[in-house]
């Protein structure tokens, strides 16, 4: 049984590099989310994804951060010249959802830890 | 939009002693409530859920919450906490049309021996 991966699972980048990360959510699952979570704080919602398309994309933190989902399966967030305040955990979920919601669980990955040096 | 708010960030209580830990929502429509549970180096994961029907829903291991509709409240409950207890628990908030799942900033349960 496969779970959320997520990869890498941790990073370490120079200011102004561009990083991404990638989900591969469990098989049969339609959503995909994003999130971020900082030390102390909770999942912050960033992005998700019914099949390819991306339902939310204004909670993405500036116009650095996009996320695909090119053919309904993985996922993948970049951020572009990243920033110290950029280190984080960054969090992919996946869930299976009807139209219009459910209240599905949804199922979090291990994250992938980045760090802005 | 919908939000929630967890009032404590962190709750000290002895072993064996109940538990109360408040989660507050904010939603102009109506809305799917959660409790998710993050274990030192564990990854989040669901401890229960209200959908509808019965306001009280329970998890497999003893905690319990509350769906308040006039206090717009799901606190979440245990008559007895172990030290397993120990964990950082987030409370969430989806609005039915849509399950876009908004988290809490989470309250840390620390248990006294």
């Known amino acids: 049984d496969t779970g959320v991966s997520q990869d890498p699972r941790h990073k370490i980048t120079k200011r102004g590099q561009n990083v991404t990360f990638r989900c591969d959510p469990i098989s049969e699952h339609n959503r995909l989310y994003w999130y971020r979570q900082t030390l102390g704080q909770g999942p912050e919602f960033l992005t998700y994804?019914?099949?390819?398309?991306?339902?939310?994309k204004s909670r993405l933190l500036s116009d650095r951060f996009s996320a695909e989902r090119p053919k309904g399966s993985f996922s993948t967030l970049e951020i572009q010249r990243t920033e110290q305040g950029d280190s984080a955990m960054y969090l992919c979920?996946?869930?299976?959802?009807?139209?219009?919601?459910?209240?599905?669980?949804?199922?979090f990955g291990e994250g992938s830890w980045l760090t802005v040096v | 939009a919908q939000s929630v708010t967890q009032l404590d960030s962190q709750v000290p209580v002895f072993e064996e002693a109940p538990v109360e830990l408040r989660c507050n929502y904010s939603?102009?429509?109506?809305?799917?409530l959660f409790w998710y549970v993050q274990y030192p180096n564990q990854g989040l994961q669901l401890l229960l859920k209200?959908?509808?029907?019965?306001?009280l829903v329970e998890s497999i291991n003893g905690f319990e919450a509350e769906f308040n509709k006039s206090q717009t409240s799901f606190h979440l409950r245990k008559p007895s906490v172990h030290i397993s207890d120990t964990a950082e628990y987030f409370c969430a908030v989806s609005e039915r049309r849509d399950d876009k799942i908004i988290f809490g900033k989470g309250t840390r349960l620390h248990i006294l021996p």
């Open positions: 994804f019914q099949n390819e398309a991306q339902l939310e």
């Open positions: 939603s102009s429509v109506s809305v799917y």
């Open positions: 979920a996946s869930g299976l959802t009807r139209t219009g919601g459910n209240g599905n669980t949804i199922y």
């Open positions: 209200y959908l509808s029907g019965s306001t």
